[in-house]
């Protein structure tokens, strides 16, 4: 499968991590850290027992496997080839169920258009060539009155500080190169993007996480991470 709006380099560069990838203690730690709060995030806002759930760059799995937990139907889609079978081989030790497929977030809209009561794209936008494109795509599988959980990384100095030289320069939990600064997002940004395709933001929230005792929760400060809700109208 194919995709304009895709970095092949990115692609390569989850797809070592992906034998680590449920290993609390590897590169993947933050979003370990992270998972619990933005699945109770998405859990707040969506009913989730028997909702239709696309998790868009799903990686090896994370969030895909929480949310299915909480009772959601959920699809995941990644271009990695190594990171989709990850997360396939993962549901033999979850016991749970996830449609995984090697597909684009364009191509999960072409088969699947207005399908999905809630579409999440976490630590995704940040990495694709076409932060706009994606967010179309985003929009489209979305039934009318859906939700969109989206989060990444804010473009200021403080990010820069968080996310590249403390992650990975100097506590190295992530691989040099992970983050590219120019490509983060601030919020008026997103919502921007968010606004051209008549999605209405209901919430941004900070992402709060402390490296050293792993500790993650929402604030109001989202100068790093952040992550927020936006509704296609019914
Ligand atoms: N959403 C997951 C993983 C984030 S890591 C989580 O937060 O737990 C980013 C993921 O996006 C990687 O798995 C990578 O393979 C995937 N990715 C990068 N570019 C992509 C693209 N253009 N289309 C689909 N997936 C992409």
Redesign the pocket.
């Known amino acids: 499968m194919t ?1 304009a ?3 092949p380099a ?2 390569a560069r ?2 070592q991590l992906a034998a680590r990838w449920w290993d609390p203690d590897g590169e ?1 730690r933050p ?1 370990h850290d992270l ?1 619990p709060v933005r699945a109770d995030y998405v859990a707040a806002r969506v009913n989730l027992r028997g909702a239709k759930v696309a ?6 799995g ?2 895909s496997e929480a949310l299915a937990r909480a009772g959601a139907q959920v699809t995941g ?4 080839d190594k ?1 989709i079978g990850i997360a396939r081989l993962h549901l033999h030790e979850s016991g749970l169920s996830v449609d995984y497929r090697k597909q ?2 364009a191509e999960l809209a072409a088969a699947e258009p207005e399908a999905f009561d809630a579409v999440c ?4 936008i940040e ?2 060539p076409d932060p706009a494109a994606l967010v179309h795509d985003l929009a489209a599988m979305l039934k009318p009155g859906g939700r969109l959980f989206l ?1 990444t990384l804010n473009r200021t100095p403080a990010a820069f500080g968080a996310a590249i030289l403390g992650a990975e320069y100097v506590m190295r939990l992530l691989p040099r190169g992970t983050h590219h600064y120019a490509q983060f997002l601030k919020p008026s940004e997103l919502a921007r993007l968010l606004r051209n395709e008549d999605l209405e933001l209901e919430d941004v929230s900070g992402l709060g996480y402390n490296p050293l005792n792993r500790k993650a929760w929402l604030s109001r400060r989202t100068a790093v991470n952040y992550i927020l809700c936006a509704r296609k109208p019914a």
């Open positions: 995709s709006n895709v970095s990115e692609i989850f797809d993947s979003l998972n998790d868009v760059g799903c990686g090896g994370l969030l889609v990644d271009l990695g990171v684009s977030s794209c976490m630590e995704l990495h694709v989060s």
